[in-house]
Nanobody, 120 residues
């Protein structure tokens, strides 16, 4: 089954840390860029971070640069998001994402999301 399953969310105090995980299955994980997005109720989903297939290049939203780190373990088909120095404004549902090939088209694959709540 083609899917992404996030875990690791929770409640943390401002300044704390969390590590999110996203386990992929049903496709060749090591071939694809992997992304993290987040969404607050009533707002559009926003980009957080991305990583290339071999993990050589990463990209971050300005709001998380220097605090969040995306990395991956292709042997375990898992991508991670390490979040440090968390702020209340980081509170959101965090989603794992990949654009995968399903010939003859592409599929924008999303996980179910994991809630991160940062208390002040």
């Amino acid at each position: 089954q083609v899917q992404l399953v996030e875990s690791g969310g929770g409640l943390v105090q401002s300044g704390g840390s969390l590590r999110l995980s996203c386990a992929a299955s049903g496709f060749t994980f090591s071939m694809y860029n992997m992304n993290w997005y987040r969404q607050v109720p009533g707002k559009e989903r926003e980009f957080v971070a991305s990583i290339t297939p071999a993990g050589s290049f990463t990209n971050y939203a300005d709001s998380v640069k220097g605090r969040f780190t995306i990395f991956r373990d292709n042997a375990k088909n898992t991508v991670f998001l390490r979040m440090n120095s968390l702020k209340p404004e980081d509170t959101a549902v965090y989603y794992c994402n990949a654009l995968i090939s399903e010939v003859p088209t592409w599929r924008n694959l999303w996980g179910q999301g994991t809630q991160v709540t940062v208390s002040s």
